[in-house]
């Protein structure tokens, strides 16, 4: 068996701007003692997996060069999508570079495991269930009534339903019966199995998506041909309808995507990084800041701009991003 890590790179990561942007999304910010996401993502899976295929886009495949060789890897695939058209079509074209039997651990770059021994440890039992031809995903037991994430209802490793995301009621109940975990994005398959699901629940994807990969120069992936592809994710294109799904319930793995600011500094606090008891989180701020009359307060500052928000609040500056896309797009940038 051959394992090989595909690692997702086109993200934005628009919940942490300002500190994210189209020209260095949050994946290659070094914000983990000079370490960026991306870089932790390559190192805690090289010591299970042989090979590397990086699929990004244009905008950012030059910093993941930059960051891989800063990390001290420098045996790695990439695969540069000219128009990203989601997950079900970027795994795709990991799968088209490989081999049928070869398992693929399908990795978004923005993500983070504390506890590398545990991870390994689930590794290891998604690995055999992909083996069986299985499509494998990686569910995490909750925390707390998280509204960000979808999550799956299981018993043991079967999968027994998706849910999408809920709203605050609908987590809490969740929560509160059991049976649920939150669904990771991390995928475990042999190319051949998951090309096979695919053809049989999105054929227009495989089959749009393999004329793209026919017309890739190197590998960079046509624009025009691309653009053809239906944009769709891996969930809604494959795991939601294929009746050979497993999950592995991921305990203590210390996981978070990483995905807004609330999960950051639960991460800084489970990390140790923050002093006890902090009230608040001041991030880039060149002078001091202080708080009157507020608990638990974000404060960031770039260059050009300040958001101030409170703790809880995290998922909503997606929605401030999507406006200033367009009221003022050089922000954005």
């Known amino acids: 068996m051959s394992c090989i890590n595909v690692i997702l790179s086109g993200g934005v990561g628009s919940r942490l701007w300002p500190l994210s942007r189209k ?32 699929v990004g886009n244009r905008r950012n495949s030059a910093i993941s060069r930059k960051d891989l060789a800063q990390a001290g890897i420098g045996n790695y695939r990439e695969i540069t999508e000219a128009a990203p058209r ?31 021994q545990a991870y390994e440890q689930a590794l290891s039992e998604a690995f055999a269930l992909a083996e069986q031809n299985n499509l494998v995903t990686f569910g995490i037991p909750p925390h707390r009534p998280e509204t960000g994430y979808g999550y799956i209802r299981h018993r043991g490793n079967q999968v027994q339903a998706f849910i999408e995301k809920p709203g605050l009621d609908k987590a809490k109940q969740m929560l509160q019966e059991g049976g649920f975990l939150w669904n990771s994005g991390m995928f475990c398959f042999k ?36 653009l053809e592809i239906p944009s769709i994710s891996v969930d809604y294109a494959v ?9 592995v319930p991921s305990k203590d793995l210390g996981w978070s995507d990483m995905g807004t600011f609330d999960a950051l500094w639960e991460y800084l606090e489970n990390s140790s990084l923050l002093p006890p008891e902090t009230e608040h989180l001041v991030l880039h701020s060149a002078k001091p800041v202080f708080f009157i009359g ?40």
Request: aromatic share 6%; hydrophobic share 40%; with cysteine.
């Open 294 to 333: 507020n608990q638990q307060m974000i404060y960031v500052e770039t260059e050009d701009a300040v958001l101030i928000l409170p703790r809880g609040k995290g998922q909503e500056v997606k929605e401030l991003y999507e406006q200033l896309s367009v009221t003022q797009p050089g922000l954005v940038e």
């Open 239 to 247: 795991m939601e309808h294929s009746d050979r799904i497993k999950v």
């Open 86 to 116: 989601n997950t079900a079509a970027a795994i795709a074209f990991a799968a088209f570079a490989t081999a049928p039997e070869d398992v693929l651990l399908v990795t978004p770059s923005d993500h983070v495991v504390g506890n590398q």
């Open 191 to 226: 190319s051949g199995v998951f090309l096979e699901e695919l053809k049989k629940h999105a054929p227009e994807v495989a089959a749009k998506a393999f004329a793209a990969w026919e017309q890739r120069e190197g590998g960079l992936l046509p624009e025009a041909p691309s």
């Open 23 to 54: 020209s260095r999304p949050k994946q290659y910010i070094p914000l983990f003692q000079n370490r960026s996401l991306f870089q932790l993502c390559a190192l805690r899976n090289r010591p299970v997996c042989g090979d590397i295929i990086v």
